[in-house]
């Protein structure tokens, strides 16, 4: 099941246990925090513990990538850290959030969960945990709001054998980025030496809310040529897309070579590159 917290991720001045349960629509579906601690909250909890120790350190989401969706499909992003507390843990939670302000529903702009609690495992040094969740996203469903592209924030919780709630609203953060597309079309084909080529070209981005590719405008891409028989392209020129995302400029036709567009992304799109176009010079 997959855990919807738009409106759960908050700061730490409510208590963690509501954050292991998704929105009201989905509440029933998840045992509350008490059944999933079992044996463990069960005869050791200590009434002087009012509150966890647990640290969290060594956070890397994606593996230090940024995480780039499509309009289609699943994107598994593993997240994985380390839980440190010497009272030992029971379990933890993992939360991909965005927003400016964790402490109101309004300052949400996103939220995502992980299908299962994430798996930790004790390493020799006691009281040190390694741990891993999956984050499995679905953009056609899950990123229905172009606004969540961009800067996303992880959340940590954990729950010692006390049954004692620690959390942090912000161990680290990653970027999730709409995917781009970008071609390059260089004409005419075959040219003489030394006449002007025209490259043309589009770039787009995917677009959550319809599930398309849209241009994307105002952007700029370069121009790059790469000679036959090289493996190195130059760029000649930067050329910024119109308004339907759609590049053109014109150059002079020197030797055989390929053409290409590429496209340095932003902080909510992805970066990407055309294939070389090939043009014979005559």
């Not at 989401?61 to 289609?72: A, E, H, M, P």
Request: one cysteine or more; hydrophobic letters at 35%; glycine letters at 10%.
């Amino acid at each position: 099941m997959r855990i919807r917290v738009a409106a759960a991720v908050v700061s730490g001045a409510v208590v963690l246990s509501a954050l292991a349960l998704p929105v009201a629509a989905q509440a029933a579906e998840r045992p509350d925090v008490s059944a999933r601690l079992g044996a463990f909250a069960s005869k050791t909890v200590r009434p002087d513990d009012s509150g966890g120790n647990t640290k969290f350190s060594d956070a890397v989401v994606n593996g230090g990538k940024d995480i780039v969706l499509g309009t289609t499909g699943k994107k598994s992003v593993t997240v994985t850290y380390t839980a440190t507390d010497q009272s030992g843990i029971a379990l933890t939670e993992a939360f991909l959030w965005q927003g400016t302000d964790s402490s109101t529903p309004e300052g949400i702009t996103g939220g995502l969960g992980t299908d299962d609690d994430p798996d930790c495992t004790e390493t020799a040094t006691q009281g040190v945990y390694h741990c891993t969740a999956v984050f499995n996203i679905h953009p056609a469903t899950d990123m229905k709001d172009n606004g969540v592209a961009g800067t996303w924030k992880l959340f940590l919780g954990a729950w010692d054998l006390y049954a004692n709630p620690s959390f942090n609203n912000e161990v680290t953060s990653a970027s999730i980025k709409k995917l781009s597309t970008l071609t390059a079309d260089a004409t005419p084909e075959p040219v003489k030496k030394g006449s002007t080529i025209t490259v043309t070209g589009k770039l787009a981005r995917a677009n959550w809310s319809t599930g398309t590719y849209a241009g994307y405008a105002s952007q700029p891409a370069k121009l790059q040529f790469r000679k036959k028989g090289s493996s190195t392209y130059t760029t000649l020129k930067t050329v910024r897309t119109n308004s339907t995302g759609v590049l053109k400029t014109t150059t002079k036709a020197t030797v055989d070579g390929y053409y290409r567009y590429v496209f340095a992304g932003t902080t909510t799109t992805a970066a990407s590159t055309a294939t070389g176009d090939f043009v014979d010079v005559r």
